[in-house]
Nanobody
Framework: QVQLVESGGGLAQPGGSLRLSCAAS????????MSWARQAPGKGLEWVSG????????YYADSVKGRFTISRDNVLNTVFLQMNSLKLEDTAVYFCNAHYDMDHSFWGPGTQVTVSS
């Protein structure tokens, strides 16, 4: 049974940091590209960052480049998103995605991140 469980969300002040984790099980984690996406209140889903299965190739949305860092641990089957210099506009539900191909793409339930003073 495929499972993705996000954690680490919560309340942070502007300029603060949070570290999100996504624990995966039920599939061969090391063969999947892992990504984070987010959905702000009243807005559509926005892709944030992705990391290739080798852990070396990484991509970031312009809105988070230089502030967020994605990483993965293929032994722990976990992907991380280190979020620094948080802004009010980073407030959203953050979702973890595992993607192999169109028939093998999974989403977690999400974790809330709120940036507020």
């Amino acid at each position: 049974q495929v499972q993705l469980v996000e954690s680490g969300g919560g309340l942070a002040q502007p300029g603060g940091s949070l570290r999100l984790s996504c624990a995966a099980s039920g599939f061969t984690f090391s063969t999947y590209t892992m990504s984070w996406a987010r959905q702000a209140p009243g807005k559509g889903l926005e892709w944030v960052s992705g990391i290739y299965k080798d852990g070396i190739i990484r991509y970031y949305a312009d809105s988070v480049k230089g502030r967020f860092t994605i990483s993965r641990d293929n032994v722990l089957n976990t992907v991380f998103l280190q979020m620094n210099s948080l802004k009010l506009e980073d407030t959203a539900v953050y979702f973890c995605n595992a993607h192999y191909d169109m028939d093998h793409s999974f989403w977690g339930p999400g974790t809330q991140v709120t940036v507020s003073s």
